[in-house]
Protein backbone atom coordinates (compact mmCIF):
# COMPACT_ATOMS: atom_id res chain seq x y z
CA UNK A 1 0.00 0.00 0.00
CA UNK A 2 1.08 3.53 -1.12
CA UNK A 3 -0.53 6.24 1.06
CA UNK A 4 -0.68 9.59 -0.49
CA UNK A 5 -1.20 12.82 1.31
CA UNK A 6 0.42 12.42 4.98
CA UNK A 7 -0.86 15.71 6.07
CA UNK A 8 -1.47 16.02 10.08
CA UNK A 9 -4.46 17.53 10.75
CA UNK A 10 -3.31 20.31 13.89
CA UNK A 11 -5.12 22.61 16.02
CA UNK A 12 -3.42 25.03 13.42
CA UNK A 13 -4.35 23.35 10.49
CA UNK A 14 -7.88 22.65 11.75
CA UNK A 15 -8.56 26.77 12.74
CA UNK A 16 -6.99 27.36 8.69
CA UNK A 17 -9.52 24.85 7.48
CA UNK A 18 -12.36 26.67 9.41
CA UNK A 19 -10.90 29.75 8.21
CA UNK A 20 -11.40 28.66 4.28
CA UNK A 21 -14.96 27.45 5.08
CA UNK A 22 -18.19 29.42 4.90
CA UNK A 23 -18.37 31.13 8.58
CA UNK A 24 -20.96 29.91 10.80
CA UNK A 25 -23.72 32.45 10.94
CA UNK A 26 -24.66 33.52 14.94
CA UNK A 27 -27.73 31.08 15.45
CA UNK A 28 -25.38 28.18 14.45
CA UNK A 29 -22.52 29.45 16.37
CA UNK A 30 -24.89 30.13 19.51
CA UNK A 31 -26.33 26.64 18.94
CA UNK A 32 -22.96 25.18 19.30
CA UNK A 33 -21.44 27.16 21.80
CA UNK A 34 -24.83 26.16 24.02
CA UNK A 35 -24.46 22.51 22.96
CA UNK A 36 -21.04 22.32 24.77
CA UNK A 37 -21.65 24.54 27.55
CA UNK A 38 -25.21 22.55 28.61
CA UNK A 39 -24.32 19.34 27.64
CA UNK A 40 -20.15 19.27 28.17
CA UNK A 41 -20.33 14.82 28.54
CA UNK A 42 -21.93 14.79 24.95
CA UNK A 43 -21.48 17.87 23.46
CA UNK A 44 -19.31 14.91 20.79
CA UNK A 45 -22.19 13.77 19.51
CA UNK A 46 -22.55 17.40 17.76
CA UNK A 47 -21.25 16.77 14.53
CA UNK A 48 -18.05 18.67 13.59
CA UNK A 49 -18.24 22.58 12.68
CA UNK A 50 -16.81 21.95 9.38
CA UNK A 51 -19.56 19.42 8.65
CA UNK A 52 -21.94 21.97 8.57
CA UNK A 53 -21.10 23.88 5.91
CA UNK A 54 -20.71 20.89 4.41
CA UNK A 55 -23.70 19.31 4.74
CA UNK A 56 -25.95 22.09 3.34
CA UNK A 57 -23.01 22.15 0.49
CA UNK A 58 -24.43 18.62 -0.69
CA UNK A 59 -28.15 19.84 0.04
CA UNK A 60 -27.60 22.52 -2.62
CA UNK A 61 -25.06 20.30 -4.78
CA UNK A 62 -27.90 17.51 -5.07
CA UNK A 63 -31.08 20.23 -5.20
CA UNK A 64 -32.34 18.05 -2.02
CA UNK A 65 -36.12 18.58 -1.42
CA UNK A 66 -37.02 16.22 0.87
CA UNK A 67 -34.33 15.32 3.52
CA UNK A 68 -34.00 12.42 6.66
CA UNK A 69 -32.14 12.69 9.45
CA UNK A 70 -31.32 9.82 11.35
CA UNK A 71 -30.43 11.35 15.01
CA UNK A 72 -30.53 15.21 15.76
CA UNK A 73 -29.29 15.84 19.29
CA UNK A 74 -29.36 19.65 19.55
CA UNK A 75 -30.37 20.10 15.94
CA UNK A 76 -26.77 21.62 14.77
CA UNK A 77 -26.61 19.03 11.45
CA UNK A 78 -30.44 19.98 11.00
CA UNK A 79 -30.03 23.59 11.23
CA UNK A 80 -27.68 23.31 8.50
CA UNK A 81 -29.44 21.34 6.05
CA UNK A 82 -32.73 23.15 6.57
CA UNK A 83 -31.15 26.54 5.74
CA UNK A 84 -30.08 24.92 2.85
CA UNK A 85 -33.22 23.91 1.50
CA UNK A 86 -35.16 25.24 -1.83
CA UNK A 87 -38.31 26.88 -0.45
CA UNK A 88 -40.84 23.69 0.01
CA UNK A 89 -38.22 21.62 0.67
CA UNK A 90 -38.57 19.42 3.90
CA UNK A 91 -36.58 17.71 6.24
CA UNK A 92 -37.76 15.40 8.73
CA UNK A 93 -35.28 14.93 11.86
CA UNK A 94 -35.48 11.73 14.19
CA UNK A 95 -34.67 11.14 17.69
CA UNK A 96 -36.26 10.33 20.96
CA UNK A 97 -34.85 12.85 22.94
CA UNK A 98 -37.23 15.89 23.96
CA UNK A 99 -34.79 17.56 26.10
CA UNK A 100 -31.93 17.87 23.03
CA UNK A 101 -33.83 18.22 20.78
CA UNK A 102 -35.57 21.31 22.58
CA UNK A 103 -32.73 23.58 21.87
CA UNK A 104 -32.52 22.75 18.04
CA UNK A 105 -36.33 24.06 18.35
CA UNK A 106 -35.41 26.82 19.19
CA UNK A 107 -32.47 27.72 16.94
CA UNK A 108 -34.73 26.48 14.10
CA UNK A 109 -37.36 29.07 14.93
CA UNK A 110 -34.24 32.00 15.47
CA UNK A 111 -33.46 30.93 11.64
CA UNK A 112 -36.53 31.15 10.27
CA UNK A 113 -36.62 27.25 9.16
CA UNK A 114 -39.14 25.89 11.86
CA UNK A 115 -41.80 25.26 9.18
CA UNK A 116 -39.09 23.26 7.14
CA UNK A 117 -38.00 21.10 10.01
CA UNK A 118 -40.83 17.54 11.11
CA UNK A 119 -39.03 16.51 14.11
CA UNK A 120 -40.40 12.75 14.90
CA UNK A 121 -40.14 11.84 18.29
CA UNK A 122 -39.73 8.22 18.58
CA UNK A 123 -37.75 5.08 17.39
CA UNK A 124 -36.10 6.13 14.26
CA UNK A 125 -36.71 2.96 12.55
CA UNK A 126 -40.11 3.00 13.55
CA UNK A 127 -40.60 6.46 11.61
CA UNK A 128 -38.72 4.97 8.58
CA UNK A 129 -41.09 1.97 8.53
CA UNK A 130 -43.99 4.24 8.44
CA UNK A 131 -43.06 6.60 5.17
CA UNK A 132 -44.00 5.22 2.13
CA UNK A 133 -42.28 2.73 0.72
CA UNK A 134 -41.40 4.12 -2.70
CA UNK A 135 -38.26 5.93 -3.85
CA UNK A 136 -38.81 9.69 -2.62
CA UNK A 137 -36.36 10.54 -0.41
CA UNK A 138 -33.33 12.53 -1.68
CA UNK A 139 -31.17 12.83 0.96
CA UNK A 140 -30.33 11.06 4.66
CA UNK A 141 -27.64 11.69 6.75
CA UNK A 142 -27.36 8.98 9.82
CA UNK A 143 -25.71 10.10 12.85
CA UNK A 144 -27.06 7.94 15.57
CA UNK A 145 -26.45 5.05 17.61
CA UNK A 146 -23.92 2.87 16.10
CA UNK A 147 -25.52 -0.75 16.07
CA UNK A 148 -28.73 0.17 14.45
CA UNK A 149 -27.08 1.65 11.50
CA UNK A 150 -27.18 -1.07 8.95
CA UNK A 151 -31.26 -1.04 9.87
CA UNK A 152 -31.26 2.19 9.05
CA UNK A 153 -29.61 1.85 5.98
CA UNK A 154 -31.88 -0.76 4.25
CA UNK A 155 -34.72 0.91 5.47
CA UNK A 156 -33.52 4.03 3.76
CA UNK A 157 -31.86 2.62 0.44
CA UNK A 158 -35.28 1.29 -0.87
CA UNK A 159 -36.90 4.85 -0.21
CA UNK A 160 -34.21 6.81 -1.54
CA UNK A 161 -34.51 8.12 -5.13
CA UNK A 162 -31.85 7.15 -8.06
CA UNK A 163 -29.04 9.63 -7.39
CA UNK A 164 -29.79 10.32 -3.81
CA UNK A 165 -27.49 10.26 -1.46
CA UNK A 166 -26.83 9.25 2.36
CA UNK A 167 -24.27 10.80 4.03
CA UNK A 168 -23.27 8.52 7.32
CA UNK A 169 -21.09 10.26 10.12
CA UNK A 170 -18.41 8.60 12.48
CA UNK A 171 -17.68 5.41 10.28
CA UNK A 172 -14.27 5.72 11.13
CA UNK A 173 -15.49 5.90 15.15
CA UNK A 174 -12.13 7.30 16.93
CA UNK A 175 -10.21 4.42 15.00
CA UNK A 176 -11.80 1.63 16.47
CA UNK A 177 -12.59 0.12 13.33
CA UNK A 178 -9.24 -1.28 13.24
CA UNK A 179 -9.92 -3.67 16.00
CA UNK A 180 -11.12 -7.04 14.75
CA UNK A 181 -12.24 -8.00 18.25
CA UNK A 182 -13.98 -4.53 18.51
CA UNK A 183 -17.74 -5.28 20.75
CA UNK A 184 -20.39 -2.74 20.82
CA UNK A 185 -20.54 0.66 18.88
CA UNK A 186 -17.41 -0.20 17.53
CA UNK A 187 -18.55 -3.51 15.75
CA UNK A 188 -21.56 -1.68 14.84
CA UNK A 189 -19.55 0.27 12.51
CA UNK A 190 -17.13 -2.04 11.58
CA UNK A 191 -20.18 -4.19 10.39
CA UNK A 192 -21.97 -1.18 8.61
CA UNK A 193 -19.01 -0.02 6.66
CA UNK A 194 -18.35 -3.79 5.34
CA UNK A 195 -22.28 -3.82 4.33
CA UNK A 196 -21.94 -0.54 2.61
CA UNK A 197 -18.72 -1.43 0.91
CA UNK A 198 -20.64 -4.42 -0.80
CA UNK A 199 -24.14 -2.69 -1.06
CA UNK A 200 -24.51 -2.83 -5.29
CA UNK A 201 -27.08 -0.41 -5.08
CA UNK A 202 -24.80 2.11 -4.12
CA UNK A 203 -21.73 3.57 -4.89
CA UNK A 204 -20.14 4.87 -2.10
CA UNK A 205 -17.04 6.36 -0.60
CA UNK A 206 -15.53 6.58 3.00
CA UNK A 207 -14.23 9.92 3.56
CA UNK A 208 -11.22 11.18 6.58
CA UNK A 209 -13.55 13.62 7.28
CA UNK A 210 -13.34 14.86 11.20
CA UNK A 211 -14.64 11.09 12.85
CA UNK A 212 -14.78 9.36 9.41
CA UNK A 213 -18.21 10.62 6.60
CA UNK A 214 -19.30 8.25 3.73
CA UNK A 215 -21.25 9.50 1.34
CA UNK A 216 -23.32 7.43 -0.92
CA UNK A 217 -25.28 7.34 -3.86
CA UNK A 218 -28.03 5.13 -4.87
CA UNK A 219 -27.08 4.21 -8.76
CA UNK A 220 -29.45 4.95 -11.72
CA UNK A 221 -30.46 1.52 -12.77
Known amino acids: MTKGNSTKITDELY ?20 TYATFPDVAGMQSA ?14 GARLIVEIGTFTGFSTLSMAQALPDGGRLIACDVSEEWT ?27 R ?18 SQIAYWEELV ?18 TVLD ?20 SRMDSVLLAISDGLTLSRKRKR
Open 15 to 34: RYVLDHNPPLDAIQRGLVET
Open 49 to 62: EEQGPLLAFLVRLT
Open 102 to 128: AYGREAWEAAGVADRIELRIAPALQTL
Open 130 to 147: EMPAEPHIDMAYIDADKE
Open 158 to 175: PRLRPGGLIVTDNTLYHG
Open 180 to 199: ESATGSAAGVRAFNDHVSAD
